[in-house]
Structure formats: structure tokens, C-alpha cells
């Protein structure tokens, strides 16, 4: 059977990790194609409408975008599987069979129940944030673009610990365009010191390699507002032990590096700003949770608030 993947960041390691057997894919799709992935090759859109396919597994977030340029290529719909954003609002999936055969009925159902549609609120009529970003983590992004209005009398620049690609970055960057916006991250992936004694699987580990300091600042609306510091947290906060924060997204998935980060800069956190935790309430990635209780135990509790975004973000507020 000819099985291949469209994409090659976390949603594609998720789904190997998770439901695919990485000898049952003949090739990973990108339309920046180059080298491999994961052991297996990755080819161009083009280069997959000239081959034989059974099943199709769209595991990126530009959705509607890769849609378009499939249905171009004249690739059959019956045959397309999207794992994310694929209700407009209806199920973008034309056809599961195909899929059931390759997956299983557990991973389709679990699939079919996971999306929800969101009302959009009154507040966001004159919308900043739109299009696959807002797709993609709806609550995330419009709690980010709701706290911004809270900060414009909270001193302080703006940081994010954990990169990857750029995606959240670009919104810090276009949200805050008078702030210096400080970006902490290797740029290569995981530590392997750390990763490699945590239950990630190669996939997730492999997905997070699939980034560059070029690719992050590419992305971004306003390049020169940023301060890169490329490496292994805290040793890239060197420097930085008298400045006062009062945005600061964490979101680096490991226990050490989570607790590294919430030592830093929870004491620079500007009262009344406020820390993003993602992934707190992610259950695959558990030492997140586990690094902020051990920094509670240390410094006490934190003020905070739970949001229901897809990976579980909670909101730490600045101290007096």
C-alpha cells in the first residue's frame, strides 16, 4: 500500500509516534522538499501526482492552502486524510474508508470527536489575527491578542523560550511592534542530554529539528525588533539577569528546560504581566507540569488561570 505524509514538523512525528508505522510510508510530502525524514524520503507535491498513492495523510496546519494546490494537481479527494483543521465548518473529509483500512476505526473516531467549532466573540470584530494561526490554536491566539491590551502600562520586552518554527513568534513580533522581542532557543531541536531520558518518541524528537535561525527570521513581520540567542538555555540568558519581562512565552515541552525557564523568568516577570505555560495541561508531555510544581514547592504558589486551547497553556500573572 502506498502511504504518504504531507508535512514534516510535529503533526507528522505525532502521527508516527502515535498510529503510523513509520515502514508503512513510502515518502513524506513538503514543497520545500529536501533530504529526508525519519529515514524516508521527502518528495514534492508535483513529485506526488506522478506516483501511485492509496492514502494521503495531510498532518500540517496549512489545511486549506495544501488543499488548493492538491486539487490542482489533480490528487483524488477520496484519497485525503486531514489531520488538522479539517472542519470549514463541515468535515473536510470526504471519505474515511480508505483511511479505516490503514489506521484503524480507535485513531478515526478519536479524530472525527476532537475538533469543536468556536463562536467567534464580539471583542474580535476588528480581527489582528486570522488565517491558519488562528485556525490552527483559536483560544491560544485570542487570549494572546486579548492580555496584549492589558499590557500597554506593563514595562518590560518580551520573550519566548522554545521557538521551533516561528509560528507564535511571528504574532509576539506583530503584536508588539515597539518591543525589543528576545528569542531563546538551539534552532536544531532537542537537547539530546535531556530529550533522550524523557518517553518521546523519534518522531516528536525528529519534528522539532525541521527549523533554523533563517527560517524563524523569515517569518517574522518586523526582523530588526529581535534579539536571537541561539544555544542551550539558561547559558543564553546571559546578560539579560537585570532586565524585566512582561511577556514571556515557555514553551519547551521538557521538564529541566521548563524548570530552567520558570526560574529565570518568573523573578523578571513585570507585576501585572504575564507568563505563558504551553502545554501544561498536555498530557504526552508531563514534565511540564512536574517542573512548575517543583518551582511552587521552592517559591511558593503562582497566580494563574487554566486556558482550554489545544495544549493546555496556563497563564502565569506577574507578582508585585
Not at 35 to 46: A, N, T, Y
Not at 195 to 219: E, I, K, P, Y
Amino acid at each position: 500500500m502506498n502511504i504518504y505524509v504531507y508535512g514534516t514538523g510535529c503533526g507528522a512525528g505525532e502521527l508516527i509516534d502515535t498510529a503510523l508505522d513509520i515502514s508503512r510510508v513510502a515518502a513524506f510530502v513538503d514543497s520545500s522538499a529536501t533530504g529526508d525524514f525519519l529515514g524516508r524520503p521527502v518528495i514534492s507535491p508535483q513529485e506526488l501526482a506522478n506516483r501511485p498513492y492509496d492514502l494521503v495523510i495531510v498532518a500540517s496546519r496549512q489545511a486549506e492552502e495544501i488543499a488548493r494546490g492538491l486539487t490542482e494537481l489533480g490528487i483524488d479527494p477520496e484519497k485525503l486524510l486531514f489531520l488538522k483543521n479539517h472542519f470549514v465548518p463541515v468535515d473536510r473529509n470526504r471519505n474515511y474508508e480508505a483511511a479505516r483500512a490503514v489506521l484503524g476505526d480507535a485513531y478515526i473516531d478519536k479524530l472525527q470527536h476532537s475538533e469543536r467549532l468556536i463562536r467567534v466573540p464580539l471583542w474580535t470584530q476588528q480581527e489582528r489575527i486570522e488565517g491558519p494561526d488562528a485556525e490552527n490554536d483559536y483560544v491560544r491566539l485570542k487570549t494572546l491578542e486579548a492580555l496584549c491590551a492589558r499590557l500597554e502600562n506593563v514595562p518590560g520586552v518580551i520573550a519566548e523560550l522554545g521557538v521551533y518554527q516561528g509560528s507564535f513568534a511571528r504574532w509576539l513580533n506583530r503584536l508588539f511592534p515597539e518591543r525589543p522581542l528576545y528569542l531563546f532557543d538551539t534552532f536544531e531541536g532537542f537537547d539530546m542530554n535531556e530529550a533522550g531520558s524523557c518517553d518521546s518518541g523519534a518522531g516528536f524528537l525528529a519534528a522539532h529539528t525541521n527549523t533554523s535561525v533563517q527560517r524563524v527570521l523569515s517569518a517574522l513581520p518586523q526582523p530588526e525588533r529581535v534579539h536571537i540567542r541561539q544555544g542551550l538555555f539558561p547559558e543564553t540568558a546571559t546578560g539579560l539577569e537585570k532586565e524585566c519581562f512582561a511577556l514571556v512565552s515557555l514553551d519547551v515541552d521538557l521538564e529541566e528546560s521548563t524548570y530552567a525557564g520558570l526560574c529565570f523568568f518568573l523573578p523578571r516577570l513585570s507585576e501585572g504581566g504575564f507568563l505563558l505555560l504551553h502545554d501544561y495541561n498536555n498530557p504526552r508531555l508531563p514534565g511540564v507540569q512536574k517542573a512548575l510544581a517543583r518551582y511552587e514547592e521552592a517559591h511558593g504558589s503562582q497566580a494563574a488561570v487554566p486556558l482550554c486551547d489545544v495544549n493546555g497553556t496556563l497563564v502565569i500573572v506577574g507578582k508585585a
